[in-house]
């Protein structure tokens, strides 16, 4: 069970249950609303995508002839799912009067990120992290017990991505669970159920193509460092495929 210690809790949440664009919040050119007045544009998220790719090319030009050439580690959906969050949690953070961190370890999310430091992207990214980090502690102490649901949630991920031994079931999965994973998925159910309060009322719509899409709350690490989601909330689908009704 060695590798369920892998799990990181280094990643974002939104509840946005949502499906394609309306009549009204149909534009193409914007990737996300969110609310009444913010557009995430298309220009937006290229952007970004072009600042990462330009510095991972000026990584590989700078690193030695004997070093494998790094690779963007990212796609557009993450991009469109980073901006949208850093939008929803801090309105969650000013509802919960929360105070991110204002110093950022870019450099160890660089790591995590496969990224160069000086990326936009690890930027945004560890900013919604830091919002996450910060409502995870002030829910940690009041948070209600971590049940079969939450870690069933879990079990089935870890097994679908066979980061847990063949046979194992999930009675074996939960007695042999480290408490300080029970801690992590306590915490970021609730936290989900917190940014869920924001979110039921705002006005967040996705433009399909980046659908299906879902927010992580908790992350593990794979054998060969790629970060998956592990307990995450969907974007625009229900668990079984089919869009949800627009709520704006």
């Not at 969650?92 to 110093?103: G, I, K």
Request: aromatic residues 4%.
């Amino acid at each position: 069970m060695h590798r369920a210690r892998r799990l990181a809790s280094i990643a974002v949440v939104a509840s946005l249950g949502l499906s394609g664009l309306t009549a009204c919040r149909s534009e193409p050119s914007v990737a996300a609303y969110v609310g009444d007045d913010t557009r995430i544009t298309e220009k937006r998220v290229q952007e970004v995508w072009d600042d990462a790719f330009a510095a991972v090319q000026t990584a590989n030009a700078d690193a030695e002839a004997s070093a494998p050439p790094a690779t963007l580690s990212i796609t557009r959906a993450d991009i469109v799912r980073t901006l949208v969050s850093n939008n929803v949690l801090t309105e969650v953070v000013q509802r919960e009067s929360v105070t991110a961190p204002a110093e950022l370890p870019l450099g160890d999310y660089a790591t995590q990120l496969r990224l160069p430091q000086d990326a936009e992207y690890v930027r945004l990214y560890a900013e919604s992290d830091a919002l996450i980090r910060a409502l995870r502690t002030k829910v940690q102490a009041a948070a209600a017990d971590v049940t079969d649901d939450d870690l069933r949630e879990v079990f089935d991920v870890l097994l679908s991505a066979q980061e847990v031994p063949a046979g194992t079931t999930f009675e074996q999965f939960k007695t042999q669970l480290p408490a300080e994973n029970l801690a992590l998925v306590k915490t970021a159910a609730a936290v989900r159920a917190e940014v869920a309060e924001t979110t039921d009322a705002m006005k967040i719509t996705v433009n399909p193509r980046y659908q299906p899409l879902t927010i992580p709350v908790l992350e593990f690490q794979t054998q060969n460092g790629a970060l998956k989601p592990l307990v995450s909330v969907p974007l625009g689908a229900t668990p079984d495929g089919n869009p949800v009704t627009d709520v704006s």
